[in-house]
């Protein structure tokens, strides 16, 4: 489960329409009027907090790949928080955040779409600064890069039709499941003894489709995004879950401290200032 109460399914589906710009410019004092409107809307309360956000005095901007820019390495179809719109951009929770954090650092964000089975070797190489797709912090991936303070939290959810609930890893046994290829939930599903067939898929929209034809019996994956695709579907939920109490971060190459250290400057900022407050409501909807 997340800190905070998850998926408020108005909130998604408004915000899933909204078409933000996947570059955020920076630098310079902005100014924002707040409106009744914004005030008592989570997303154009949290459009205008991001809007609003400019370099922080106290954090001096790191050096990246491409001047002025800070370019993130993303898997673009892990909704809610990273996604393409219908305008040929990039919205999601994630999306709303690197760019405030970029904005902090005196620096631009710039989603670098990547299929996610090459996202670690192409942080290595260069091809991107950092990893920004809801990637899940663990020992393993430490071994190979480093990743910033973790942003929040998540479980791996049982998402299977609600009349034929799966409570716990138990109620695998016997079934077909279905994973995103390379993820937490794959592996976790992995170490279950008994189950009948793991299918691995690219993407996670592509394991909750063949949940919703037939094709498998569950779908093993981050908890809020499983809600987020059954939302319009109430025949389907998350009816268990594999506790793994795990936080997402975002990943960048070992050496690169400088970085790091001014990303977990910026988002200790956000945190403080209620920037991430208005994000997360946007998103989740609030406490």
């Known amino acids: 489960m997340l800190k905070r109460s998850l998926l408020v399914p108005v909130?998604?589906?408004?915000?899933?329409?909204?078409?933000?710009?996947?570059?955020?410019?920076?630098?310079?004092?902005?100014?924002?009027?707040?409106?009744?409107?914004?005030?008592?809307?989570?997303?154009?309360?949290?459009?205008?907090?991001?809007?609003?956000?400019?370099?922080?005095?106290?954090?001096?901007?790191?050096?990246?790949?491409?001047?002025?820019?800070?370019?993130?390495?993303?898997?673009?179809?892990?909704?809610?928080?990273?996604?393409?719109?219908?305008?040929?951009?990039?919205?999601?929770?994630?999306?709303?955040?690197?760019?405030?954090?970029?904005?902090?650092?005196?620096?631009?964000?710039?989603?670098?779409?990547?299929?996610?089975?090459?996202?670690?070797?192409?942080?290595?190489?260069?091809r991107y600064d950092i990893i920004m797709s809801a990637m899940t912090i663990t020992e393993d991936r430490q071994k190979q890069i480093s990743f910033t303070d973790g942003y929040i939290d998540t479980n791996l959810a049982i998402t299977t039709l609600v009349e034929s609930p799966i409570l716990d890893e138990a109620g695998l046994a016997g079934k077909v499941v279905g994973v995103q290829v390379d993820t937490t939930g794959q592996f976790a599903v992995e170490e279950v003894e008994g189950v009948k067939e793991i299918k691995k898929y690219e993407n996670s929209i592509a394991a909750i489709q063949d949940l919703f034809v037939g094709r498998v019996d569950a779908v093993v994956n981050d908890s809020p995004v499983n809600a987020y695709y059954t939302r319009d579907k109430p025949e389907f939920g998350n009816t268990g879950k594999i506790g793994t109490d795990d936080q997402y971060g975002y990943g960048i190459k070992q050496e690169n401290t400088a970085l790091r250290e001014a990303m977990n400057a910026a988002l200790a900022e956000l945190k403080a200032d209620g920037t991430y407050d208005l994000i997360y409501a946007k998103w989740f909807g609030g406490n």
């Open 11 to 126: 909130v998604f589906l408004l915000a899933a329409l909204i078409a933000l710009p996947f570059v955020a410019g920076c630098g310079g004092t902005e100014t924002t009027t707040t409106t009744a409107a914004a005030a008592g809307d989570p997303i154009a309360a949290a459009d205008a907090a991001v809007a609003a956000v400019t370099k922080s005095d106290a954090i001096e901007t790191p050096p990246t790949l491409k001047e002025g820019v800070l370019q993130a390495g993303s898997d673009t179809s892990f909704a809610p928080f990273e996604f393409s719109d219908e305008a040929g951009g990039y919205v999601g929770f994630d999306v709303d955040l690197v760019t405030a954090i970029a904005k902090k650092m005196g620096l631009e964000a710039e989603v670098v779409p990547t299929g996610w089975d090459g996202i670690i070797p192409n942080l290595v190489a260069d």
